[in-house]
Antibody
Framework: QVLLVESGGGVVQPGRSLRLSCAAS????????MHWVRQAPGKGLEWVAV????????FYADSVKSRFTISRDNSKNTLYLEMDSLRGDETGVFYC????????????WGQGTTVTVSS | EIVMTQSPATLSVSPGERATLSCRTN??????LAWYQHKPGQAPKLLIN???TRATGVPARFSGSGSGTEFALTISSLQSADFAVYYC?????????FGQGTKVEIK
C-alpha cells in the first residue's frame, strides 16, 4: 500500500523553527520527486516546495524561499521540511505529496500535519 | 509565476445535476493541468491530469477539457460523494501553482 505519513507539526512561536517529516512506504521513494503543499485555515492549497528524486534540484515558492529548506533521505524513505523564521500567517496543515512519474501532477498525498504559529 | 483563476468560487448544485468548473491561466500551459478533489479532513485526491486524463479509479462522470489557458472540469451527474472543493494546478513550469478552489455544495 502506497502511503505518506507526515509528522512534526505542533505549536511554535513566531520567529522560531520547526522541522516536518514525511515517511513514505509502499513504493520506491528514490524514484520520485516529492512536494510540500500547505493550507491555511479557510484558504486554498498553496504549493510550498519540491525536491527531485535524487535531491539535486529543489524549487521553492517565493513566499518561503530562503526560510524553508526541503530535503530527503532516500535511505530512510523520508522527506523533510525545515522551516525557519515562521510567521503567524503560516499556521495551517502541511501535506507531503508524491509527484507522478513523468511529472503529471501529484498522485499520492499524506493526511497532513498541523502547524500552529502563535505566541 | 503562472496565475490560476478558478470560477465560480462556490457552485450550488442539486444531486444528479451537472456541474462545470472553470480554470484559467495567465499564460499558456498547453495541457499541463491537473484537477484535485479535496474534502475536509482528508488528503487531496488527483482526479485529472493532462487536462483530460482521468486518474486511476476516478469515475467516468468526471471529465476534463481545455488547453492553452482555458480549462474545465465537468461532473456529469453529481453524487453525494462529489460535494467537495476542487482545485486546478499547473505543472507546466516552476513554481507549481494552484487555483484558489471551487467549492461544490449541495443546493
Amino acid at each position: 500500500q502506497v502511503l505518506l505519513v507526515e509528522s512534526g507539526g505542533g505549536v511554535v512561536q513566531p520567529g522560531r523553527s520547526l522541522r516536518l517529516s514525511c515517511a513514505a512506504s509502499g513504493f520506491t521513494f528514490s524514484n520520485y520527486a516529492m512536494h510540500w503543499v500547505r493550507q491555511a485555515p479557510g484558504k486554498g492549497l498553496e504549493w510550498v516546495a519540491v525536491i527531485l528524486y535524487d535531491g539535486n534540484k529543489k524549487f521553492y515558492a517565493d513566499s518561503v524561499k530562503s526560510r524553508f529548506t526541503i530535503s530527503r533521505d532516500n535511505s530512510k524513505n523520508t522527506l523533510y521540511l525545515e522551516m525557519d523564521s515562521l510567521r503567524g500567517d503560516e499556521t495551517g496543515v502541511f501535506y507531503c505529496a508524491r509527484e507522478s512519474l513523468g511529472y503529471f501532477g501529484m498522485d499520492v498525498w499524506g493526511q497532513g500535519t498541523t502547524v500552529t504559529v502563535s505566541s | 509565476e503562472i496565475v490560476m483563476t478558478q470560477s465560480p468560487a462556490t457552485l450550488s448544485v442539486s444531486p444528479g445535476e451537472r456541474a462545470t468548473l472553470s480554470c484559467r491561466t495567465n499564460q499558456s500551459i498547453s495541457s499541463n493541468l491537473a484537477w484535485y478533489q479535496h474534502k475536509p479532513g482528508q488528503a487531496p485526491k488527483l482526479l485529472i491530469n493532462g487536462a483530460s486524463t482521468r486518474a486511476t479509479g476516478v469515475p467516468a462522470r468526471f471529465s476534463g477539457s481545455g488547453s492553452g489557458t482555458e480549462f474545465a472540469l465537468t461532473i456529469s451527474s453529481l453524487q453525494s460523494a462529489d460535494f467537495a472543493v476542487y482545485y486546478c494546478q499547473q505543472y507546466n513550469s516552476w513554481p507549481r501553482t494552484f487555483g484558489q478552489g471551487t467549492k461544490v455544495e449541495i443546493k
